[in-house]
């Protein structure tokens, strides 16, 4: 029997907050099922494990975040993700694309470190060289589909599991899980944000079936599971996190307009917070799945964006007016 429980809560001097979440036990779950007073607020969790601005610390300490994409017809993805991380906190910011996106992608700023080697013969050992520099990979963002790009990242993908580094991975770095899911089955140290198209792809190439769309909570929850406990986050009309043990649901307040980029912001920014989190230890998050606490930070925050910058421009609003928003969104959010 799968046991839901429903929570609304609302941080300590926070009024403008409203959330919830669900747990969803997995089935002949071993563990007992926590009462609901012995669940902990999830923002105060993420709150926890924001880094303080000190002037003890050098440049990085606070993240060194790689982008993976970017290619001749998308330059705008890699750039949303790469500067969503720079502005929701990460020190320094890398984005590693093909030769002809690289001019493009460091023309829209000068605050990235841009490396045009993603299609270089050499491309695998061009970039392993950095692996060790970085503490968040963010694959997939303006990737495209080459084949032979394809066959780079995978490579890259192998690297990085085997050196431990956390992955996000979206947009085109799905297609390619979907194509070949043992490349990132198992790794618990990745977290995959596909929207509804993006998710019913992957769940058909994993379990062999379709997604049963009146179930999205067991839905999510299985495909995790089939995963190997792997983090999914479900992006839509509420988005949906498990690690294959619950479900929480983000369904903080956004807006109804769908401008394209949104999920690299959530990418770039959920690379910061893994880190973060997986800095921070079991004991500022009380045991529970950094990546899920990540998951459910940057899910907020991209909402929170999405909220102000359709205050301010309606239906006009696009992902760089987002972007405008991410410092006062994370202040209201996480620090105030």
């Not at 949303?80 to 590693?96: C, E, N, P, R």
């Not at 990242?153 to 050196?163: D, L, R, T």
């Amino acid at each position: 029997m799968n046991h839901c429980i429903r929570l609304s809560l609302v941080p300590e001097n926070t009024n403008f907050v409203n959330f919830s979440y669900s747990v969803l036990e997995r089935s002949f779950s071993l563990r007992p099922t926590r009462p609901a007073k012995d669940m902990e607020n999830i923002f105060q969790l993420v709150r926890n494990v924001i880094p303080p601005l000190t002037s003890k610390k050098h440049k990085g300490q606070d993240g060194k975040i790689g982008i993976v994409g970017g290619s001749q017809e998308y330059t705008g993805a890699p750039y949303f993700a790469a500067i969503s991380a720079l502005k929701v906190g990460a020190d320094l910011s890398q984005v590693f694309c093909t030769k002809d996106a690289a001019t493009v992608i460091k023309s829209y700023s000068p605050e990235l470190i841009v490396h045009p080697v993603l299609d270089h013969p050499n491309a695998l050992h061009e970039i392993e060289k950095w692996l060790p520099r970085l503490h968040t990979l963010v694959i997939g963002p303006g990737l495209g589909r080459n084949d032979s790009i394809l066959d780079t990242v995978k490579g890259i993908i192998e690297k990085a599991k085997a050196k431990g580094i956390p992955l996000v991975i979206d947009a085109d770095g799905l297609w390619l899980i979907a194509q070949q899911p043992s490349v990132i089955q198992g790794y618990q140290r990745a977290v995959l944000t596909p929207n509804f198209m993006e998710f019913s792809r992957l769940y058909e190439a994993v379990l062999t079936e379709p997604v049963d769309s009146s179930d999205q909570h067991g839905s999510v929850l299985r495909l995790s599971q089939a995963m190997g406990n792997i983090t999914i986050v479900q992006k839509g009309e509420w988005d949906l996190i498990s690690d294959g043990n619950k479900v929480l649901v983000c369904n903080h307040e956004g807006s109804s307009r769908r401008c394209g980029g949104q999920g690299d912001l959530l990418a770039g920014s959920l690379g910061v917070l893994v880190h973060w989190a997986f800095l921070a230890g079991p004991e500022k998050i009380n045991g529970q799945n950094p990546f899920v606490v990540a998951a459910f930070g940057a899910c907020s925050l991209t909402r929170q964006c999405n909220h102000q910058a359709f205050q301010k421009h309606g239906r006009s609003m696009t992902t760089t007016d987002m972007i405008s928003e991410v410092g006062t969104a994370f202040n209201k959010l996480f620090e105030t």
